[in-house]
């Protein structure tokens, strides 16, 4: 099992910036690919950015693109979703998930969830 926290998220102006953390606690940490989702109201559930469990590796959605930066820690068994140039398309629950190892992009490849936290990015 791996339990996922996330936090940081909150309301922000237009163009401005959050970091989201998601704290592991569980199975080895290190050995998980860490995935960011996130869910606007009366819509799907969509990837936004994903980090691989060696960190080398990173993938994007394209909207995001440029202003969002995902990175790790194994250290602290925390993983950061930077967040730049905000959007109010942005708004949304985001979520973040776990797997063994590969990096995926779909939510059903990813067995662990956290509870999620809201970003609100005001026009």
């Known amino acids: 099992q791996v339990q996922l926290v996330e936090s940081g998220g909150g309301l922000v102006q237009a163009g401005g910036s959050l970091r989201l953390s998601c704290a592991a606690s569980?199975?080895?940490?290190?050995?998980?690919?860490i995935a960011w989702f996130r869910q606007a109201p009366g819509k799907e559930r969509e990837f936004v950015a994903g980090i691989s469990y060696t960190g080398r590796s990173a993938g994007y959605t394209d909207s995001v693109k440029g202003r969002f930066t995902i990175s790790r820690d194994n250290a602290k068994n925390t993983v950061y979703l930077q967040m730049n140039s905000l959007k109010p398309e942005d708004t949304a629950v985001y979520y973040c998930?776990?797997?063994?190892?590969?990096?995926?992009?779909?939510?059903?490849?990813?067995?662990?969830w956290g509870q999620g936290t809201q970003v609100t990015v005001s026009s």
């Open positions: 569980g199975r080895t940490f290190s050995n998980y690919a």
């Open positions: 998930a776990a797997q063994p190892y590969g990096l995926g992009s779909t939510q059903h490849e990813y067995s662990y």
